[in-house]
């Protein structure tokens, strides 16, 4: 059994409730983006591609530097070791513990052997661990820890019945042989677990055409070559943890892993941004804000002169935080992106310029590639669509639409349709559940959401879960949580 038998197939998701009539408007107003990818290819093959070019740096972290020969090299040994442990194509190999060199390895390993990666973050207790590991039926636990492993990940693998064994172990094994085994495009890649309103986190499954494209519109919107280096601040079990390992692996450039102790202190992080010549950070906009506080509360603190770009992902980036980018950073651009993990993480991007610092809210943006986004309001008789101006929730179909819930049929269908519009690739489209209207532009601009989701510093939330997590102490009758705003 794999997981795809726990996934619903495209005849299984609902209808949107849309008449005719609407459904040609909506094609008409649809905010699109197209462009040819190659969606076949493995980010493996291009790191051997690579490899050949000589010691070209790949990968770094706080204890040392590997070049594409020695990556391809220790993500073939860590396939041994997984083929050796039970992984098999289709099945769900977890990797947890400090974000490094062997973490960006064991993604690689699993797209070797045509497994899915599941990120386990030692951070979370050990009864998530357990859940989520449970959920999606993993067969492994590669522990990337150099020395001791986070307890909980050991106790929460002890729990779900799942076998864990050391990133380091590899080093003894034969290099595994063969190429990718890439199914298909539509093969599922990767599984990441976000919060649910029942008090369980769901697991949203990402096929490989839908990470690649995603890989592609990140290159092709910040203009990535083989001279970017790119940070990777994202605890694992962040989408944006995906892109920030692979994107520079795709065009024969660099990835510098960050410490979660470097990352939490804004000068010793943008003093690394220096030494290790990054070129482009994302952050979330509560990140960033600090980061300009920081330097600018301390005279000593330099610059980083190479950075070309900054991205403001997670949460809605205030103007005032943008306006100060602008103001003290304008070696590097601003970029607010935004995008859900069910469909593979961003699906907009925009460059935020002077005369946006007028708005009260700033766009997030037009589509990435291969993209089709649709704004709709909802009435008695079915879905509307919205004209510029108006306000209404984003539909989004396209390559990125991920394939559902894994195992939770029931939420599945309440977010994933059948796509009416066009045919897409994936024939899915996705309820983000978020409020936008469309500016004369072309470009959407985020209102906030339709249920009692929230984001927090960049995490996804449903208030929901947290209630019905409180709910379970014997001496709570009621709960009810809500969010209060004191930075504004």
Known sequence: MTIVDGLLDLAELPEL???????ARARELAVSRDQAVDLADAVITRV???ARDGDRPAVRDAHGRLGYAELALEARRLATLMERSGVTPGSVVAVGGERGTAVVAAFLAAELLGALYLPADGNWPARRVADVLGQAEAVLLVATDPETVAPSLTEGAAEAGVPVVRAAEAVGCDSWQGPARLSSPDQPRYVLFTSGSTGRPKGAVVEHQGMLNHLHAKIVDLGLTEHDVVAQTAPL????????????LVVGGEVSVVADETAHDSVAFARLVDEHRVTVVELVPTMVRLLLDDLAGDPAAGRPAGLRWMLATGEELPTEVARRWLREMPQAGLMNA??????????????VLPADLGLLRLPIGIPVV???????????DGWHACETGETGELFVGGVCVGRGYVGDHDRTRDAFFRD?????????LYRTGDAVTVLPQGALQYLGRVDRQVKIAGVRMELGEIEAVLQRHPAVGAVAVVVHDFAR
């Open 237 to 248: 079990g962040f989408d944006i943890s995906i892109w920030q390992m692979l994107c520079p």
């Open 338 to 351: 935004y995008g859900p993990t069910e469909c593979s993480d961003d699906v907009t991007h925009h460059t």
């Open 48 to 50: 051997e591609r690579f």
């Open 17 to 23: 409730a849309i008449s005719p009539g609407e459904l």
């Open 370 to 380: 291969n993209t089709q986004l649709y704004v709709l309001r909802r009435e008695d």
């Open 420 to 428: 009416p519009f066009r045919g897409t690739p994936t024939g899915r």
